[in-house]
Nanobody, 124 residues
Framework: QVQLVESGGGLVQAGGSLRLSCTAS???????MGWFRQAPGKEREFAAG????????EYADSVKGRFTISRDDAKNTVYLRMDSLKPEDTAAYYC??????????????????WGQGTQVTVSS
Protein backbone atom coordinates (compact mmCIF):
# COMPACT_ATOMS: atom_id res chain seq x y z
CA GLN A 1 0.00 0.00 0.00
CA VAL A 2 1.34 3.39 -1.01
CA GLN A 3 0.00 6.58 0.52
CA LEU A 4 0.45 9.75 -1.51
CA VAL A 5 0.21 13.27 -0.14
CA GLU A 6 0.10 16.30 -2.41
CA SER A 7 1.10 19.81 -1.40
CA GLY A 8 1.92 23.14 -2.98
CA GLY A 9 -1.44 24.20 -4.30
CA GLY A 10 -2.87 27.66 -3.77
CA LEU A 11 -4.14 30.83 -5.35
CA VAL A 12 -2.04 32.45 -8.07
CA GLN A 13 -2.58 35.11 -10.69
CA ALA A 14 -2.66 34.27 -14.36
CA GLY A 15 0.87 34.04 -15.72
CA GLY A 16 2.24 32.92 -12.39
CA SER A 17 3.87 29.67 -11.32
CA LEU A 18 3.41 26.94 -8.75
CA ARG A 19 5.24 23.75 -7.90
CA LEU A 20 3.23 20.84 -6.64
CA SER A 21 4.82 18.03 -4.66
CA CYS A 22 3.63 14.49 -4.11
CA THR A 23 5.35 12.56 -1.35
CA ALA A 24 4.88 8.85 -0.81
CA SER A 25 4.80 6.99 2.48
CA UNK A 26 6.98 4.31 0.96
CA UNK A 27 9.42 3.99 -1.87
CA UNK A 28 8.39 5.31 -5.27
CA UNK A 29 11.22 3.62 -7.11
CA UNK A 30 9.85 1.48 -9.93
CA UNK A 31 6.42 3.09 -10.01
CA UNK A 32 5.04 5.05 -12.91
CA MET A 33 3.70 8.36 -11.62
CA GLY A 34 1.14 10.75 -12.95
CA TRP A 35 -0.61 14.02 -12.24
CA PHE A 36 -4.30 14.38 -13.00
CA ARG A 37 -6.64 17.30 -12.50
CA GLN A 38 -10.35 17.75 -12.03
CA ALA A 39 -12.22 20.99 -12.49
CA PRO A 40 -15.70 21.47 -11.00
CA GLY A 41 -18.31 19.63 -13.03
CA LYS A 42 -15.73 17.91 -15.20
CA GLU A 43 -14.11 14.50 -15.29
CA ARG A 44 -10.65 13.91 -13.90
CA GLU A 45 -8.16 14.25 -16.73
CA PHE A 46 -4.54 13.37 -17.33
CA ALA A 47 -2.11 16.28 -17.07
CA ALA A 48 1.38 14.75 -16.97
CA GLY A 49 3.11 11.42 -16.45
CA UNK A 50 6.61 10.10 -15.90
CA UNK A 51 8.05 6.64 -16.43
CA UNK A 52 9.41 4.46 -13.65
CA UNK A 53 12.97 5.73 -14.05
CA UNK A 54 12.21 9.27 -15.14
CA UNK A 55 13.46 8.60 -18.64
CA UNK A 56 10.17 9.42 -20.35
CA UNK A 57 7.50 12.02 -19.78
CA GLU A 58 4.20 12.83 -21.41
CA TYR A 59 1.90 15.82 -21.20
CA ALA A 60 -1.64 16.67 -22.13
CA ASP A 61 -1.75 19.07 -25.06
CA SER A 62 -3.36 21.69 -22.84
CA VAL A 63 -0.30 21.89 -20.55
CA LYS A 64 2.53 21.00 -22.93
CA GLY A 65 5.31 23.58 -22.82
CA ARG A 66 4.05 25.04 -19.53
CA PHE A 67 4.13 22.11 -17.06
CA THR A 68 7.11 19.94 -16.14
CA ILE A 69 6.92 16.67 -14.24
CA SER A 70 9.95 15.30 -12.45
CA ARG A 71 10.79 12.79 -9.74
CA ASP A 72 13.31 12.37 -6.97
CA ASP A 73 13.15 8.77 -5.84
CA ALA A 74 15.65 9.40 -3.06
CA LYS A 75 13.05 11.70 -1.52
CA ASN A 76 10.07 9.56 -2.62
CA THR A 77 8.66 12.68 -4.23
CA VAL A 78 7.23 13.63 -7.60
CA TYR A 79 6.90 17.24 -8.66
CA LEU A 80 4.78 19.20 -11.09
CA ARG A 81 6.19 22.56 -12.01
CA MET A 82 3.46 24.76 -13.52
CA ASP A 83 4.40 27.95 -15.35
CA SER A 84 2.39 30.50 -17.32
CA LEU A 85 -0.72 29.45 -15.46
CA LYS A 86 -4.11 30.21 -16.97
CA PRO A 87 -7.55 30.48 -15.34
CA GLU A 88 -8.51 27.26 -17.14
CA ASP A 89 -5.82 25.45 -15.13
CA THR A 90 -7.98 25.92 -12.03
CA ALA A 91 -8.70 22.45 -10.64
CA ALA A 92 -7.95 19.98 -7.91
CA TYR A 93 -4.68 18.26 -8.77
CA TYR A 94 -4.08 14.63 -7.87
CA CYS A 95 -0.97 12.51 -8.07
CA UNK A 96 -1.19 8.81 -8.71
CA UNK A 97 1.04 5.75 -8.79
CA UNK A 98 0.86 2.85 -11.20
CA UNK A 99 2.54 -0.36 -10.10
CA UNK A 100 2.16 -2.57 -13.16
CA UNK A 101 3.79 -0.54 -15.93
CA UNK A 102 7.18 0.95 -16.73
CA UNK A 103 6.35 3.46 -19.47
CA UNK A 104 4.24 6.58 -19.11
CA UNK A 105 0.58 5.85 -18.40
CA UNK A 106 -2.09 8.39 -19.29
CA UNK A 107 -5.20 6.36 -18.49
CA UNK A 108 -6.80 7.01 -15.14
CA UNK A 109 -7.95 3.41 -14.71
CA UNK A 110 -4.40 2.09 -14.88
CA UNK A 111 -3.31 3.85 -11.70
CA UNK A 112 -3.51 1.99 -8.41
CA UNK A 113 -2.94 4.60 -5.72
CA TRP A 114 -4.14 8.20 -5.47
CA GLY A 115 -3.50 11.16 -3.26
CA GLN A 116 -6.22 13.31 -1.73
CA GLY A 117 -5.61 16.23 -4.05
CA THR A 118 -4.48 19.83 -3.74
CA GLN A 119 -6.43 22.81 -5.05
CA VAL A 120 -4.96 25.18 -7.62
CA THR A 121 -6.87 28.37 -8.35
CA VAL A 122 -5.70 30.76 -11.04
CA SER A 123 -7.26 34.21 -11.04
CA SER A 124 -7.57 36.34 -14.18
Amino acid sequence: QVQLVESGGGLVQAGGSLRLSCTASGELGGYVMGWFRQAPGKEREFAAGISWNGGSTEYADSVKGRFTISRDDAKNTVYLRMDSLKPEDTAAYYCAASTNYIGVVNRRDLYDFWGQGTQVTVSS
